[in-house]
């Protein structure tokens, strides 16, 4: 039969936690909560609140986080890549994977059903898990610090992320394969404007080298310039 951890176990296995990640944490009742399922609760009369009240602050600490990092890091990247790409690094999985780097299912507190069934290592106990934390965090010591807890994660999530193409914008994935070459870095040339001057339409040719690579149009120079490279990706066979 599983049996439950005694209360005091519970924080101190909290304790070990924020401690190992060099936190400032006054209030540990705040963060045991964080690791409070819903089960605990429900088979604990001494457990008044679980974490899905913390779940939510930390989903939206988080989304406005991942949102401002993207926004900083990928100044080339378009409003549609950096939806896809906001969304990837926020999404059950991403965010169990970064509690399991950081152990965060020996902290959790579970029902007897959840702990025999392996909750411990559920994607969506640890997803929740993990915003409630970054929910939490944010209650006891403001949004910087909790920005300085998901940097280094998110840096760390970018490459493995970065890997699935169809989350990086077409200009980007030109410049790594120049670079990667050796070849220099592509030049966008306009080459043509039509158009009245509340709808022009710019036609750009990418050159890598003075040799034309491909052509692309857009409602805007920036969005001409994503197309160019596209045309240019798929002429080179890399798309």
């Known amino acids: 039969m599983t049996t439950l951890r005694d209360p005091s176990e519970d924080v101190r296995a909290v304790q070990t936690?924020?401690?190992?990640?060099?936190?400032?944490?006054?209030?540990?009742?705040?963060?045991?909560?964080?690791?409070?399922?819903?089960?605990?609760?429900?088979?604990?009369?001494?457990?008044?609140?679980?974490?899905?009240?913390?779940?939510?602050?930390?989903?939206?600490?988080?989304?406005?986080?991942?949102?401002?990092?993207?926004?900083?890091?990928?100044?080339?990247?378009e409003e549609g890549e950096l939806t896809r790409l906001r969304s990837t690094l926020v999404r059950t999985d991403t965010l169990a994977s970064f509690a399991r780097r950081l152990d965060f299912g020996s902290a959790l507190r579970l029902g007897r059903g959840e702990l025999a069934s392996g909750g411990r290592d559920r994607d969506n106990i640890l997803c929740g898990a993990f915003e409630a934390f970054v929910g939490a965090l944010y209650l006891e010591s403001g949004l910087q610090t909790a920005i300085q807890f998901l940097q280094p994660l998110l840096e760390e999530a970018q490459e493995r992320i970065l890997a699935q193409t169809d989350l990086v914008d077409p200009k980007s994935r030109l410049q790594e394969w120049s670079q990667g070459q050796k070849l220099g870095a592509p030049i966008y040339v306009v080459i043509d404007k039509s158009g009245p001057e509340h709808a022009r339409i710019f036609e750009v040719e990418v050159r890598l080298n003075g040799q034309p690579l491909g052509r692309g149009r857009g409602s805007s120079k920036a969005m001409a310039e994503q197309e160019a490279a596209r045309a240019a990706l798929h002429a080179l066979g890399l798309e």
């Open 17 to 77: 936690l924020v401690e190992r990640l060099d936190l400032p944490v006054k209030n540990i009742a705040l963060f045991v909560r964080a690791f409070t399922h819903r089960s605990y609760v429900n088979e604990n009369s001494l457990a008044v609140e679980d974490n899905e009240r913390l779940e939510f602050l930390g989903d939206a600490v988080l989304d406005f986080v991942v949102a401002d990092w993207v926004y900083h890091h990928f100044p080339e990247m």
